[in-house]
């Protein structure tokens, strides 16, 4: 687990972080400050910060200004920015890395990896990993957070502003996510198909396939969009088992 501070006085910038933190179980928030000076005055040695994310444009003592000071306190350094121009100045401070707002999931997720690399595993009893899961707020349970198996999950729904989260157990879990959102979470996973705007499966839970309509296991049907036919059909092609008997 890695422990981290966010410092932005921007209200909504911090909440885009988080929102991306959650998607990334091996980061833990042990601080936020919206104000500079706060972080200055309290954050410390004793607190075994892994990473630090810091805005630069803040009143009263720029970001820049701040990493001289938290610099040594931190494993890492991410300044979160809506400006290039202080490219140079991150980079003279020891910055580690220099994500330009509003950035994606994936930009930050792949940041993240590239700066703490996940080691090999060297026993076989380290068979779990932070790999086989993700965590959201569900909208259902007061923003519970949820511990969520990528194997237990047999599709993602766009409904609305949020995500339906469909899982083996019957149970749905309402996440204020986008599809775009769940695409980067998911990456090369490839289980997971999107044979439709509002919907990505896993095709493990396919149940059966007529005509253009998929039916899960769970009985949730839908139509194949017409923008993915292609991709359906290639999927069905190398999936389907054909006879090799002359006809």
Not at 136 to 144: P, Q, T, Y
Request: with cysteine; proline share 2%.
């Amino acid at each position: 687990m890695l422990n981290c501070i966010i410092i932005d006085d921007e209200q909504f910038s911090v909440d885009s972080i988080l929102k991306y933190i959650e998607l990334l179980p091996k980061l833990n928030v042990i601080a936020i400050y919206n104000n500079p000076l706060h972080a200055l005055e309290n954050v410390s040695n004793d607190d075994k910060i892994d990473l630090i994310f810091m805005d630069i444009d803040m009143p009263f003592l720029s970001g820049i200004d701040l990493a001289k000071a938290l610099r040594s306190k931190t494993q890492k350094l991410i300044f979160t920015t809506s400006h290039s121009k202080y490219a140079f100045d991150a980079y003279e401070v020891e910055g580690d890395a220099y994500l330009l707002k509003p950035f994606t999931f994936g930009k930050f997720s792949t940041t993240i990896a590239r700066l703490f690399p996940i080691e090999p595993k060297t026993k076989i009893t380290e068979a779990s990993s932070d790999d086989d899961y993700f965590m959201v707020k569900n909208k259902e349970e007061d923003l519970r957070i949820v511990k969520v198996c990528y194997k237990e999950v047999i599709a993602f729904e766009s409904f609305h502003n949020y995500v339906k989260i469909h899982l083996a157990s019957n149970k749905i879990l309402t996440a204020y996510l986008t599809i775009k959102d769940i695409l980067e979470l998911l990456g090369s996973r490839n289980e997971f198909k999107q044979f439709h705007r509002a919907f990505i499966i896993s095709t493990d839970c396919i149940n059966y396939i007529e005509g253009n309509t998929i039916r899960m296991d769970n009985n949730l049907s839908f139509t194949v969009g017409e923008s993915y036919r292609d991709n359906f059909t290639s999927y069905l092609s190398n999936k389907l088992l054909k006879t090799a008997r002359k006809r």
